[in-house]
């Protein structure tokens, strides 16, 4: 059983930045998909930013060119330095994994789709982040 342990989120002010990072207990497959998500309570959870095994990106027209997602292999941690933070990017931020275990296996185009929990395999219990104005 993967275990995926969120950490970095906190309260900044507009225009500040933030790193959240992602630690996975495991990487069993080569081939995957993960990303991070956000949620604000009653609205949907939307995707943020993916990245898959064969080093593609894809990330949400709000946050592209503000975002980076990385993956560092050696150490099984996934971040996400987020730049030029604004108010509305005060959500819980919460990372995933796909292996294909109960589909086939997705691009990172296709993971930033993802709304349902039920669309990944595994999940962190996500980390808040705050913006003030």
């Known amino acids: 059983l993967v275990r995926l342990v969120e950490s970095g989120g906190g309260s900044v002010q507009a225009g500040g930045s933030l790193r959240l990072s992602c630690e996975s207990s495991?990487?069993?497959?080569?081939?995957?998909?993960m990303g991070w998500f956000r949620q604000l309570p009653g609205k949907q959870r939307e995707g943020v930013a993916t990245?898959?095994?064969?080093?593609?990106?894809s990330y949400s027209n709000s946050v592209k060119g503000r975002f980076t997602i990385s993956l560092d292999n050696n150490r099984n941690i996934l971040y996400l330095q987020m730049n030029s933070l604004n108010p509305e990017d005060t959500a819980m931020y919460y990372c995933a994994v796909d292996f294909g275990e109960r589909r086939r296996g997705m691009t990172a185009f296709e993971a930033l789709g993802v709304t349902q929990v039920r669309g990944m395999d595994y999940w962190g219990e996500g980390t808040l982040v705050t913006i003030s104005s």
């Open positions: 495991e990487f069993p497959y080569t081939a995957y998909v």
């Open positions: 990245i898959d095994s064969e080093g593609g990106t």
